[in-house]
Each structure stands twice: as structure tokens, then as C-alpha cells.
């Protein structure tokens, strides 16, 4: 069975400063990747998303990850956060063949400083 | 196109009642799965349905259960309540194809046991 694990699960950081946020999952398979975002308040929506191909993967709001297959990790990147990036944040995973369900991390909540 | 909608957003049920949430997902999706999200434990899937068909199945008990209508909506139940229950149960909508498995949620039904 797959699994999702997020090392930080709360973040503080001043404005400007980088981020980056870990993910790890647990799959043998091809798998499909994803980062979602919960902002106070608002719904869980899509922040980017790993199907195939390139392995650094361009979001919203200037978020990017790395996917890279050897180590089973998909971090999730901004070089300057903003106050408006408070917010919670979701890695999830599914396996690619068959329908398997999407499995979501624990979650990381990023508190930015102004 | 219209989101993903979730009714009622607020209930407040007692321990031993049960309750029936409703979603209707994005038009042209069929597939709909169900999230329960409580603090520090992330999203915990409940189930996902295609075509009616419940697909994915999570490690809840069998006081958890839902169907999908052929229009796709879809219900979720939850019998003799417990305390614990009380949570934020997010539906999502999808395509349900194994090759792009993006979730697109709802704002969620807050549950509350007393």
C-alpha cells in the first residue's frame, strides 16, 4: 500500500524567505504526484502536479517540486514566500495502473511572518 | 463550470444519531471521493465511487458508508455518531482515470458530535 510522509509539519518563516517543504512516499510503481493547498478558510485546491515527463514540476503563485525517483521524493519549492502563502499544505500520491485511491501526507501548515 | 458543491456545510448531531452528507460533483466527472480531515491526522480517505461503484475503500468502520447516483452525486452516511466523528468531510470530484487522477474538492461538510 502506498503511504506519504511530510517531515515538517509547521513551518514559520519571515517574508522573502525560501521554502521548502519535504515529501516522501512509499511505492515501487509509477505513481502520479501532487502538492495541494488549503488556505484559511478556502478550499483544498491544486497547487501542482506530477504526471510523467519533465521531473521539475511548475505550479501556481510560483511554487515548483522536484520529483526525483531514486529517492521517492517530491519537495515542494518557492524561493520567496509571501504573507498570502500561510496557508496548509498537502502532498498526495496514487499509483498508476489499475484505480487506486489518492493518498494524502499529514499535511504542513506554513505560517509567513510580514 | 460549476465547482464542487457539499451540503449541508454546517451540522451539529448528537452521539447515536446518524447523518447524510451530499455531493455533487464538477459536470463530467465520475468519479467522487470522500475525505474525513481532523487536526494532526490529514485527510483520511473514506471511499471513492465510479459510476456508481464503490472503487477505493479506506480503513473505517462499516458505520461509514455512501453510494453514487447515476447523475454521479453522491451520499455519504454515517450511523450511530460518535464523538470522534466529528471532523470536516471533504468530497472530491474527478475523471477517475488512472493517468490523471486530480482531485478537485469541495468546501467540505463540518461535523460536530456533542
Known amino acids: 500500500a502506498q503511504s506519504v510522509s511530510q517531515h515538517n509539519h509547521h513551518v514559520i518563516l519571515s517574508e522573502a524567505a525560501s521554502l521548502e517543504l519535504g515529501c516522501n512516499y512509499s511505492?515501487?510503481?509509477?505513481?502520479?504526484l501532487f502538492w495541494y493547498v488549503q488556505y484559511p478558510g478556502q478550499h483544498l485546491q491544486l497547487l501542482l502536479k506530477?504526471?510523467?515527463?519533465?521531473?521539475l514540476v511548475k505550479g501556481i503563485k510560483g511554487f515548483e517540486a522536484e520529483f526525483i525517483k531514486s529517492k521517492f521524493s517530491f519537495n515542494l519549492r518557492k524561493p520567496s514566500v509571501q504573507w498570502s502563502d500561510t496557508a496548509e499544505y498537502f502532498c498526495?500520491?496514487?499509483?498508476?495502473?489499475?484505480?487506486?485511491?489518492?493518498?494524502f501526507g499529514i499535511g504542513t501548515k506554513l505560517q509567513v511572518i510580514p | 463550470k460549476a465547482g464542487v458543491t457539499q451540503t449541508p456545510r454546517y451540522l451539529i448531531k448528537t452521539r447515536g444519531q446518524q447523518v447524510t452528507l451530499s455531493c455533487s460533483p464538477i459536470?463530467?466527472?465520475?468519479?467522487v471521493s470522500w475525505y474525513q480531515q481532523t487536526p494532526g491526522q490529514g485527510l483520511q480517505f473514506l471511499f471513492e465511487y465510479f459510476s456508481e461503484t464503490q472503487r477505493n475503500k479506506g480503513n473505517f468502520p462499516g458505520r461509514f458508508s455512501g453510494r453514487q447516483f447515476s447523475n454521479s452525486r453522491s451520499e455519504m452516511n454515517v450511523s450511530t455518531l460518535e464523538l470522534g466523528d466529528s471532523a470536516l468531510y471533504l468530497c472530491?470530484?474527478?475523471?477517475?482515470?488512472?493517468?490523471?487522477?486530480?482531485?478537485?474538492f469541495g468546501p467540505g461538510t463540518r461535523l460536530t458530535v456533542l
Open positions: 459536470s463530467g466527472h465520475r468519479s
Open positions: 506530477y504526471f510523467s515527463g519533465d521531473p
Open positions: 498526495a500520491v496514487n499509483a498508476r495502473g489499475g484505480y487506486q485511491k489518492v493518498t
Open positions: 511505492y515501487g510503481g509509477t505513481v502520479n
Open positions: 472530491a470530484s474527478g475523471t477517475g482515470t488512472s493517468d490523471n487522477n486530480e482531485q478537485f
